[in-house]
T-cell receptor
Framework: DAKTTQPPSMDCAEGRAANLPCNHS???????VYWYRQIHSQGPQYIIH???NNETNEMASLIITEDRKSSTLILPHATLRDTAVYYC??????????????FGKGTKLSVIP | NAGVTQTPKFRVLKTGQSMTLLCAQD?????MYWYRQDPGMGLRLIHY???????AKGEVPDGYNVSRLKKQNFLLGLESAAPSQTSVYFC????????????FGQGTRLTVV
């Protein structure tokens, strides 16, 4: 089962910041938080990941709470092309040196003109 | 640098037929994964591989077999296709380190009639 909880859907006005929350209360100390998005039915696209510190790249910012039990993905200036399903994932250690990516249902973000 | 390439992109099978989906990556990644995605659902892990010659079961392995004879290729086989296997199949690859992202292919749409 996915170790994360996300709202099923959100709306955001074009040009405004989109803040997508994620709860991962059972995360362990060496597990990373990853965010992916899936536009229409394309393959998931990597956005950003983090362990403890806040992270920023050209696509988004990731804010992780100090207790690491939740995080927020921020798209600073949402455009219509950001309409997609956003997945928050905790990369689980599944033994033998492997790390599974377990997807939940994600948040469907609709950017509105 | 093509990343992750899946072939074929589309396929229609009759119940009971067999087929093999091919995933190829050119990033020298250790890990490779096969997921399926049903309408309105997140991705579910079928099988994965942590290196050449090794495979492991994921969340929904029944009805599928896999092989990783070469590091760059991960094959997903359906020996006797069933309508319940109608889905979109995604392949992904990643390094063996926990703090790196996985790259996804563009998917194979399989319909079993």
């Amino acid at each position: 089962d996915a170790k994360t909880t996300q709202p099923p859907s959100m709306d955001c006005a074009e040009g405004r910041a989109a803040n997508l929350p994620c709860n991962h209360s059972t995360i362990s100390g060496n597990e990373y938080v990853y965010w992916y998005r899936q536009i229409h039915s394309q393959g998931p696209q990597y956005i950003i990941h983090g362990l403890k510190n806040n992270e920023t790249n050209e696509m988004a910012s990731l804010i992780i709470t100090e207790d690491r039990k939740s995080s927020t993905l921020i798209l600073p200036h949402a455009t219509l092309r950001d309409t997609a399903v956003y997945y928050c994932i905790v990369r689980e250690y599944s033994g033998a040196g492997s790390y599974q990516l377990t997807f939940g249902k994600g948040t469907k973000l609709s950017v509105i003109p | 640098n093509a990343g992750v390439t899946q072939t074929p992109k589309f396929r229609v099978l009759k119940t009971g037929q067999s087929m093999t989906l091919l995933c190829a990556q050119d990033m020298n990644h250790e890990y490779m994964y096969w997921y399926r995605q049903d309408p309105g659902m997140g991705l579910r892990l079928i099988h994965y591989s942590v290196g050449e010659g090794t495979t492991a079961k994921g969340e929904v392995p029944d009805g599928y077999n896999v092989s990783r004879l070469k590091k760059q290729n991960f094959l997903l086989g359906l020996e006797s296709a069933a309508p319940s296997q109608t889905s979109v199949y995604f392949c992904a690859s990643s390094t063996d380190r926990g703090g790196t992202e996985a790259f996804f292919g563009q998917g194979t749409r399989l319909t079993v009639v």
